[in-house]
Every structure is written in C-alpha cells, then in structure tokens.
C-alpha cells in the first residue's frame, strides 16, 4: 500500500507559478499511474492530471491544459505539478493520488484509490 504525503503550496498572485510535490512510499512507486486532483470551496473535487508509470504519457484536464505540467521521477519516488499562469479559479485544495491497477491507468479518474492529505494553493487577483 502506497504512502502518499504533498508539499508546495501556499499563497501566489495571478499569474504566477508554484511546483507542487508529492513524495511516496511503499508499493513500487513505479507500477502506479499517479494524478492530481483538486477541491475548492463548495465543489467536488476535480481530475486535473495523470501521468503513466514510466512518466511518458500524461492526460490533463481541459482547464489546466498549456498551463499545468505533470511530470515524475521514480528514482525519487515523487510525482510533481508545475503550476504556470495561475488564475484565482485554480485556488483549491490539491491532493495527489495513486491508482494500483498498473502503470497505463493514469487517465481513468475514477480508478484512483490512495490519496496524500492535501495541501492548499491560493490565488489571489
């Protein structure tokens, strides 16, 4: 069973950059399609990017694509989120996520079942 634990938020002006971090444990880091997800205040959390078990493929949601970079490093054990062009509608809480199906199931949404504890990223205009 996978470990999940985030950093890298905090507090940003519109149209600035943050680089979140996600660092795991246990399981073979590289077996699980890894995501990110999102919630802001009075909504359902959201897909916003996956990335296959060798990092070579990803799958964004429409609202950050050209934006947002998803990428990973499995001699670290960490999957990242690039933040770019920051808009005040992307402040929510970001939790990174692992599906254990296998590497190729990064852009099924519904398949992710292990999840960090969240960290915030606020946006002002």
């Known amino acids: 069973q996978v470990q999940l634990v985030e950093s890298g938020g905090g507090l940003v002006q519109a149209g600035g950059s943050l680089r979140l971090s996600c660092a795991a444990s246990?399981?073979?880091?590289?077996?699980?399609?890894m995501g990110w997800f999102r919630q802001a205040p009075g909504k359902e959390r959201e897909f916003v990017a996956g990335?296959?078990?060798?990092?070579?493929?990803?799958y964004y949601a429409d609202s950050v694509k050209g934006r947002f970079t998803i990428s990973r490093d499995n001699a670290k054990n960490t999957v990242y989120l690039q933040m770019n062009r920051l808009k005040p509608e992307d402040t929510a809480v970001y939790y990174c996520?692992?599906?254990?199906?296998?590497?190729?199931?990064?852009?099924?949404?519904?398949?992710?079942?292990?999840w960090g504890q969240g960290t915030q990223v606020t946006v002002s205009s």
């Open positions: 996520a692992a599906n254990d199906r296998g590497p190729n199931y990064y852009h099924y949404p519904l398949l992710y079942d292990y």
């Open positions: 246990g399981g073979t880091f590289s077996w699980y399609s």
């Open positions: 990335i296959s078990g060798s990092g070579d493929n990803t």
